[in-house]
């Protein structure tokens, strides 16, 4: 008997990557998000970032026949409840109130529906989903909590991070407590508890989730396109880029110490693409070999991935960071950290560094560098590498998850590998 995957996530995370997943397994019984773009998306693309932004909140494979929406009024509510500036503070508590206004809606659409225990699953993603796990408990029904980071061990990097770096970062405070403790509701609350690496397993590990009722499952990205190692730069100047946002969390401050060690090689240019969540002190403390581009949207990814060499994450922390999946896949070695997930094998096709060490990273951007014929045979490999990391198997390991949960077999070891 297959098992019905409901998924319910905010965002496109993953560029819908687990419902699509199911969708190609023959398994995907419902979709729910807030947004979905389900007509005039080509026209939207042709628009400004927020109207292209709202066109990527769609994926061809997914039908719109399984997509439960509530669009119309997420958009009221952020009109609504538009504000220009919040403290860090409040910001934590709006993605609050939202995980729990989007889990009331999604609650409310599943109460009157018939469900199968030995076959239907809901998983949905931390903050958004407590209010539709505690009526999946009433029913019987087996339910996955994806939590997507390391939680408050994230955050205690963080504010290690802000006080190395005073005057950095552009949202100072902490995270309110009544975040954390609805986080740790839905983790007691989840029959099971899904994370992307051992790195979060060891941080959840440390916040009190048993051991045994968590497994690991790396995220997984197919790409659309892919640019084959030939075109990667031979002769000319190298192009690292970053994409993501620009904060502490990420190591940006670790990336302009770096570019500051490099400045003297006219080869190297540095690009930055993502929202600014640093002060401008801080951005202008970069030297000329950086350049910041800002926020750019879903369609425009690769365009720059196209223009560059090589791709950067000198990471403080992530539960897993598609974004090397998805310069992989462009055939683009990837410098990395080990605090984003098992994806980099260093020497073969990219280069994992310590965090908090520019002078680490300096050195593996000039290995790259200095050493075109090593860039290119990284090229093929991390090419090779991004299709182990495809989405139907992904897909297939939480079915063998759940599997294992319903025969009593341990779940706990991260055993699971793409």
Excluded at 388 to 402: G, N, S
Aim: positive net charge.
């Amino acid at each position: 008997m297959k098992t019905r995957w409901i998924v319910s996530q905010i965002g496109a995370r993953q560029h819908y990557g687990l419902p699509r997943g199911f969708v190609y397994n023959g398994e995907l019984r419902a979709l729910y998000t807030e947004l979905w773009c389900r007509w005039g998306a080509s026209t939207l693309r042709k628009g400004n970032k927020a109207m292209r932004a709202l066109a990527g909140r769609f994926h061809p494979d997914v039908p719109n026949s399984k997509v439960v929406s509530f669009t119309i009024s997420t958009l009221w509510d952020a009109l609504l409840n538009r504000k220009r500036e919040r403290t860090m503070e409040e910001q934590y508590l709006e993605y609050l109130r939202l995980g729990r206004r989007f889990a009331s809606a999604v609650t409310a659409h599943l109460r009157g529906q018939n469900f199968d225990a030995e076959q239907d699953v809901f998983l949905g993603f931390n903050t958004g989903c407590l209010e539709t796990f505690e009526l999946m408990r009433e029913r019987g029904i087996v339910t996955i909590c994806d939590q997507i980071d390391p939680a408050r061990v994230e955050e205690e990097l963080v504010l290690e991070e802000t006080q190395r770096w005073p005057g950095w970062q552009k949202q100072p405070g902490q995270i309110p407590q009544a975040y954390w403790q609805h986080m740790s509701a839905e983790w007691a609350a989840a029959s099971m508890v899904l994370v992307n690496s051992e790195f979060s397993r060891q941080a959840l590990i440390k916040q009190g989730v048993p051991a045994e009722k968590m497994f690991v499952v790396p995220v997984a990205y197919e790409a659309e396109k892919a640019h084959l190692p030939a075109r990667r730069n031979v002769d000319g100047p190298l192009t690292v880029l970053w994409i993501g946002t620009v904060n502490l969390r990420k190591g940006i401050q670790y990336l302009i110490e770096a570019a500051k060690l490099l400045k003297d090689n006219p080869r190297i240019r540095i690009v930055v693409a993502g929202p600014v969540a640093i002060s401008q002190s801080a951005v202008a403390s970069a030297p000329s070999n950086v350049q910041f581009v800002g926020r750019i949207t879903r369609d425009q990814t690769d365009e720059w991935y196209r223009k560059a060499d090589v791709f950067v994450l000198p990471t403080i922390s992530d539960g897993f960071a598609v974004t090397q999946v998805e310069a992989m896949a462009q055939a683009m070695p990837v410098i990395a950290t080990p605090n984003c997930g098992t994806v980099v094998t260093h020497g073969v096709d990219g280069l994992i560094v310590p965090i908090r060490d520019p002078v680490a990273l300096a050195d593996a951007i000039s290995t790259l560098d200095s050493d075109r014929k090593l860039l290119h045979q990284m090229s093929y490999k991390a090419l090779d590498a991004s299709t182990h990391f495809y989405l139907p198997r992904q897909a297939q390991l939480l079915e063998e998850a759940v599997g294992n949960f319903r025969a009593g077999r341990p779940i706990g070891e991260s055993q699971y590998k793409l």
